[in-house]
């Protein structure tokens, strides 16, 4: 549960929700996650450096990332926007959506299947109050106990469309 764990505001405004037994460091520009999860959210003007397992991924505005430590690498979860991961001299973009495996030297960016969602909602990609990112349909439900909510979401679908001057029948 999200209140078990902690809350740190950076000076710059960035925020990050650490989980319970994580270990965290952090500095003047950057957070670094020695063991645990936690959730970087980077608002509008502010700027933050992520490094998880031997990678830097900076983080700029309006970007929200969750990450994971253990003992055979690291995650980092794109929420919002977009990150790239410096590894070993190359960079991996992340968008949104998508899980940037760390696996020694590696970077492996796939679609993710299933976030377990931690931060009680903070991971969201998207919301009723704004614009769909990277979805085309949302359902979005509530737990019983109205402590946490889960969206699925559909990434592509297939429509058939016939153009009638500048109409669309589909």
Do not use: C, M, N
Request: proline fraction near 4%.
């Amino acid at each position: 549960r999200r209140e078990e764990g902690a809350r740190v505001r950076l000076d710059g405004g960035a925020s990050v929700v650490v989980d319970r037994s994580s270990r965290l460091k952090v500095r003047a520009t950057s957070v670094e996650l020695e063991r645990g999860r936690a959730f970087v959210d980077a608002p509008a003007g502010s700027r933050v450096d992520v490094l998880l397992a031997g990678a830097t991924s900076p983080i700029a505005e309006k970007t929200a990332v969750a990450i994971e430590r253990g003992e055979a690498g690291g995650k980092l979860y794109v929420a919002r926007g977009e990150a790239t991961v410096q590894l070993g001299g190359r960079d991996e973009v992340v968008h949104g959506g998508e899980t940037a495996s760390l696996e020694g030297s590696k970077v492996v960016v796939a679609p993710e299947r299933s976030f377990d969602d931690w931060t009680a909602g903070l991971t969201a990609p998207w919301s009723a109050s704004g614009p769909p990112r990277r979805a085309l349909a949302e359902a979005t439900g509530r737990s019983p106990d109205g402590s946490a909510s889960a969206s699925l979401a559909t990434r592509s679908i297939d429509v058939r469309a016939t153009i009638h001057g500048e109409a669309a029948e589909t």
